[in-house]
């Protein structure tokens, strides 16, 4: 049958295997860290700093992983899909590699919608989520004939049947259970659980109601079921509970309406290592063969023929494929009680890297442009923004010779850092270059001061 992918862990650039960074980063003869053959120091010189660095190859790979392991563990069943979490960094560059790599793009916006229409992704290879549509989203979506809507509440189902009436058209509906299952990194990020906004529950009998809603509509055809219960789950298990679920919800919808649901969509949510000291999560391949077993066992307990099965990874494609490089700007130490902490201001934070403020998340860090020529000493890597929440790294240790002009590298930031980027103390947000066997090209421009003076009704005109 299926044969296990490797998994995808990345040496550190000085040799010891974290897995925390892009496949080709590498600290140069010079001491300097380098991305898919560009050093990080030139990287700097052309293109400036704050920058996010996407690794092509890394994030292909990473894509490729995902769309084998669909492939290989829902072989004998219905067959299986990955749709790339738009939500998670997309631009018409990485819409292209996703589509190239064979996966579906997953958008939530209009914008994220247009994105991978304007890279001539057929409509039939993007989804639609939101828990809030809007009208214009809804149409262009039916417009473009999306392989599939998926409707959040009941509102929506009607609002949804009577555009697609209007335009003489028929809709393409999955619907958003939840399962009550409750699983991710932190609370905002959990979604599957009664007391929250998303997805019709199965508990309360919404989504069994909006079953036979979309049953009874002229214009939606059902055409499966989705659920998403969070991010950054390290548990097999909580995906396997929410899967039985909402494979148990199908079995009664097809035995007692008589129905066809031919497909499943088990969602995002598959959890990547920030940091060495973050537990290692299941291979790509281990996730989906769990999805894959729960989806077996219930073929085989209810003679229900199997669904075609998809998910929705973002962040485990993204994150570990990016970084973002910093220049080193004021260092202070403070004293506490159990010693001293320096503090090492970089020219970006929380606008850039909104997670550790919001999540509490944990980041590391690494010189970047040379090699150390002193031992480490312990280091809070801070933005320069106007709030002491302004973290990039928590505690890490960096050489006790980093200086003002050093640049500073943190891995793992390619997913949820510029997607969620603000312009928080009028700070342009960065653009983001691809690098690739050598080569380093803007796939997102960075943000101008003029820009953001262009959008001032009175400044502008200065
Ligand atoms: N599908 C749906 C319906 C989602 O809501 C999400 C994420 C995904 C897929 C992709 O999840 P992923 O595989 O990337 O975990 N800003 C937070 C994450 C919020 C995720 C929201 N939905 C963070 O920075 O951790």
Same mark, same amino acid.
């Given at each position: ?17 974290? =897995? ?85 793009? +997953?958008?939530? &916006?209009? *914008? ?10 057929? #409509? ?32 929506? @189902?009607?609002?949804?049947?009577? %555009? ?37 529950? %199965? !508990? ?38 929410? $899967?039985?679920?909402? @494979? ?16 499943? +969509?088990? =969602?995002?949510?598959? $959890? ?23 989806? /077996? ?31 080193? =700007? ?18 970006? #934070? ?10 509490? *998340? ?10 150390? !020529?002193?031992?480490?000493? /312990? ?8 709030? &002491? ?16 002009? +050093? ?6 930031? =390619? ?36 820009? @953001?003076?262009? @959008? ?7």
């Amino acid at each position: 049958m299926s044969t296990r992918l490797e998994n995808l862990a990345a040496p550190e650039p000085d040799g010891s295997a974290a =897995g925390i960074w892009p496949t080709t980063a590498q600290r140069l003869p010079s001491g300097e860290l380098a991305i898919g053959g560009v050093s990080t120091a030139r990287l700097a010189r052309e293109f400036g700093t704050p920058l996010y660095v996407v690794d092509e190859e890394d994030m292909r790979r990473r894509a490729r992983a995902w769309k084998e392991a669909m492939d290989q563990a829902f072989a004998d069943l219905a067959g299986g899909n990955a749709f790339y979490a738009g939500k998670a960094f997309l631009c018409g560059a990485v819409a292209r590699w996703m589509a190239d790599e064979g996966l579906f793009i +997953d958008t939530c &916006s209009e *914008a994220e919608l247009r994105t991978a229409l304007a890279v001539g992704i057929p #409509g039939e290879r993007i989804g639609l989520h939101g828990n809030n549509k809007s009208r214009a989203e809804i149409e262009l979506a039916l417009d473009a004939a999306v392989a599939h809507l998926v409707v959040d509440s009941l509102a929506e @189902l009607a609002q949804v049947e009577a %555009i697609a009436a209007e335009r003489g058209t028929t809709a393409k509906v999955m619907l958003r259970v939840t399962t009550g299952v409750h699983a991710g990194g932190h609370e905002y990020i959990a979604t599957a659980h009664e007391d929250q906004k998303f997805g019709l529950s %199965i !508990a309360s009998g919404a989504a069994r109601r909006a079953i036979e809603e979309t049953l009874a509509a002229d214009h939606l055809r059902l055409i499966g079921l989705h659920s998403h219960i969070g991010s950054q789950i390290l548990s097999r298990e909580a995906f396997t509970t929410a $899967a039985r679920a909402v @494979l148990a919800l199908r079995a009664t919808a097809v035995r007692e309406l008589g129905c066809a649901i031919p497909e499943i +969509d088990f =969602g995002g949510g598959y $959890a990547v290592r920030y940091t060495v000291l973050d537990d290692v999560p299941p291979a790509v391949f281990d996730y989906a063969e769990a999805l894959a077993a729960t989806v /077996r066992a219930d073929a085989a307990a209810t003679g229900i023929p199997a669904p075609l099965v998809s998910v929705e990874p973002g962040r485990s494609i993204a994150a570990p494929a990016g970084i973002t490089l910093y220049t080193v =700007g004021t260092i202070k130490s403070v004293a506490l009680e159990n010693g001293t902490r320096r503090y090492v201001s970089v020219d970006g #934070g929380m606008s850039d890297n909104i997670r550790p403020a919001l999540y509490g *998340a944990d980041y590391t860090a690494t010189l970047a442009s040379r090699v150390p !020529a002193a031992d480490g000493v /312990r280091t809070r890597v801070v933005g320069k923004h106007c709030e &002491s929440g302004d973290i990039v790294v928590h505690d890490v240790s960096l050489s006790a010779d980093l200086g003002p002009g +050093d640049l500073v590298a943190v891995p793992v930031t =390619g997913a949820y850092g510029r997607s969620m980027a603000s312009n928080y103390n009028l700070l342009p947000r960065p653009g983001v270059v691809a690098v690739r066997d050598g080569e380093a090209r803007w796939v997102l421009r960075p943000e101008s001061i003029s820009d @953001l003076l262009e @959008l001032d009704v009175e400044a502008s005109g200065a």
